[in-house]
């Protein structure tokens, strides 16, 4: 008799947890396209170098904190965004006197989401990109006084939070975001990249996003040393990266916040 009850019990427990399962599956992403502005926060899995690259190569990225999206649905964290280098040069020094060097470039394009056995399209672009280094310095916590013994995150972009706060603050101390049970969510807020070769715009949304471990402002470059973004991917959906002084690559851990392009 208590085998009995030890099996019913036990397929009790399997259906409450199927149950369970159906009710957080029902949840993810089953929208054929992502809303406008959306914004995606990723980290890459591995190094793209410029110099070794070739169209078609893949590139995988992963979301790094749950995306909200309309009706109550989600994008995981831990989803993958994958894609492909479009083309790509190794820089070649050219010694002749006064010669305007000729910059090394690497384009990629991303092409969908890949979760639980299903595929999305995808058409995103570049709001912000930080390199390995500025990516985990915004996920440690930094002492800024002897009082601080918690130690304040720092975002990509400069706005921070206690780890025991509600608040993503600006330096100044105006609140730009909320800490929530998920991760960090704001609208995101207007800002310009200018570099002396690019520049693009980022424009503000109404409604939340995702920004993990960047500021609602946070646009263009973070970390690269002489590497700038020709391309941001509003036009076409690529990306490119170039630099007059090396071969351009992007290390895995480097962090991206995508967001999605209008029809």
């Known amino acids: 008799m208590m085998r009995l009850n030890q099996l019913l019990y036990a397929k009790?427990?399997?259906?409450?947890?199927?149950?369970l399962s159906i009710g957080i599956s029902n949840k993810?992403?089953?929208?054929?396209?992502?809303?406008?502005?959306?914004?995606?926060?990723?980290r890459f899995t591995h190094t793209i170098d410029a110099g070794k690259a070739k169209p078609g190569d893949a590139v995988v990225a992963k979301t790094i904190q749950i995306v909200r999206l309309p009706e109550g649905q989600v994008l995981p964290k831990g989803a993958s965004?994958?894609?492909?280098?479009v083309e790509s040069r190794r820089f070649t020094f050219d010694p002749t006197?006064?010669?305007?060097?000729?910059?090394?470039?690497?384009s990629i394009h991303f092409d969908k989401i890949v979760m639980k056995g299903s595929e999305m399209p995808l058409n995103v672009f570049v709001r912000a990109l930080a390199s390995?280094?500025?990516?985990?310095?915004?996920r440690t916590p930094h002492g800024i006084d002897e009082s601080d013994h918690l130690g304040t995150m720092v975002q990509v972009?400069?706005?921070?939070?206690?780890?025991?706060?509600k608040d993503l603050l600006t330096p100044d101390g105006d609140v730009v975001g909320y800490i929530r049970k998920h991760g960090v969510f704001a609208r995101l807020i207007s800002n310009e990249y200018v570099d002396e070769?690019?520049?693009?715009?980022?424009?503000?949304?109404?409604?939340?996003?995702?920004?993990?471990?960047?500021?609602p402002s946070a646009c263009g470059l973070y970390g690269f040393?002489?590497?700038?973004?020709?391309?941001?991917?509003?036009?076409?959906?690529?990306?490119?990266?170039?630099?007059?002084?090396?071969?351009?690559?992007?290390?895995?851990?480097?962090?991206?916040?995508?967001e999605v392009n209008g029809p």
């Not at 070769?197 to 500021?215: H, L, N």
Request: hydrophobic letters at 35%; one cysteine or more; glycine letters at 10%.
């Open 12 to 19: 009790e427990i399997a259906l409450i947890a199927g149950v």
């Open 28 to 42: 993810l992403c089953h929208a054929t396209v992502l809303p406008t502005s959306t914004a995606i926060p990723v």
């Open 81 to 85: 965004v994958v894609g492909h280098v």
């Open 97 to 106: 006197p006064y010669a305007v060097q000729q910059p090394s470039y690497l």
């Open 132 to 138: 390995t280094i500025d990516s985990d310095d915004a």
């Open 157 to 165: 972009g400069g706005d921070q939070f206690s780890p025991i706060g």
């Open 197 to 215: 070769y690019a520049s693009f715009r980022c424009d503000g949304t109404i409604r939340e996003q995702s920004v993990a471990i960047f500021s």
């Open 225 to 258: 040393d002489s590497t700038y973004m020709a391309e941001n991917g509003r036009r076409g959906g690529s990306f490119r990266l170039e630099s007059r002084h090396h071969t351009v690559k992007l290390y895995a851990g480097s962090t991206a916040l995508f």
